[in-house]
């Protein structure tokens, strides 16, 4: 079947510092990869994604490239800001029969001024 | 920008009671989604619904669970006789169409005592 597995959290980084969130995955097929965010009391927002091999999703100074040597998708800043506090969540889609998003667990990310 | 929302934003229920979680996806969406969360755990569909049907669906959306789209505007998730093993955070999404993006609400927290 279809997992994905993220770094554990939580995560806590002091501002202007660099970040990473590893994310690897597992499909049957050739799945698109997303990135969700969720900041406190709101729902899924999409952060970035990519649909094919060595694509880079970026949005907000987040980046993360689409490795299918590696199976991974990790999540990237350069320098992460207090507002960017959230939970962090990679996902993969197989379009097809089976539209659904499948998550990993989320990370908590903390940034402190 | 248009959003997909979400009532209540907090539901308690007694076991054995039914609930609707109500929804209603962006306007000219025409895949919609139910997904949950149970507290420390990951985001897990239930089921996907298109053209007035559902289209795929869990091992957790089994009888006690159904979907409707009453009106042309909501989409309900009803929960026939809720479980304690019910409680957690209910996302509602939609998606334009097939290949886009999947843009979720804030979320109903179902609390089941």
């Known amino acids: 079947g279809n997992s994905v597995t993220q770094m554990e959290g939580p995560v806590t980084l002091s501002e202007e510092a660099f970040l990473t969130i590893n994310c690897t995955y597992t499909?049957?097929?050739?799945?698109?990869l997303f990135w969700y965010v969720q900041y406190p009391g709101e729902g899924l927002q999409l952060l970035l994604k990519a649909t094919k091999a060595d694509d880079k999703g970026s949005n907000k100074g987040f980046e993360a490239t689409y490795r299918k040597e590696t199976t991974s998708f990790h999540l990237e800043k350069g320098s992460v800001q207090v507002s960017d506090s959230a939970v962090y969540f990679c996902?993969?889609?197989?379009?097809?029969?089976?539209?659904?998003?499948?998550f990993g667990s989320g990370t908590q990310l903390t940034v402190l001024p | 920008e248009p959003e997909v929302t979400q009532t209540p934003s907090h539901q308690v229920t007694q076991m054995g009671q039914e609930v609707i979680l109500r929804c209603v996806p962006i306007s000219n969406h025409l895949y919609f989604y139910w997904y949950r969360q149970i507290l420390g755990q990951k985001v897990e569909f239930l089921v996907s619904?298109?053209?007035?049907?559902?289209?795929?669906k869990s091992e957790i959306f089994d009888d006690q669970f159904s979907v409707e789209r009453p009106d042309g505007s909501n989409f309900t998730l009803k929960i026939r006789s809720t479980k304690l093993e019910d409680s957690a955070m209910y996302f509602c999404?939609?998606?334009?169409?097939?290949?886009?993006?999947?843009?979720f609400g804030p979320g109903t927290r179902l609390t089941v005592t």
């Open positions: 499909a049957t097929g050739y799945p698109s």
């Open positions: 996902a993969l889609i197989l379009y097809g029969s089976a539209r659904q998003l499948t």
């Open positions: 619904f298109y053209n007035n049907e559902i289209s795929e």
């Open positions: 999404a939609s998606e334009k169409d097939i290949a886009f993006e999947q843009y």
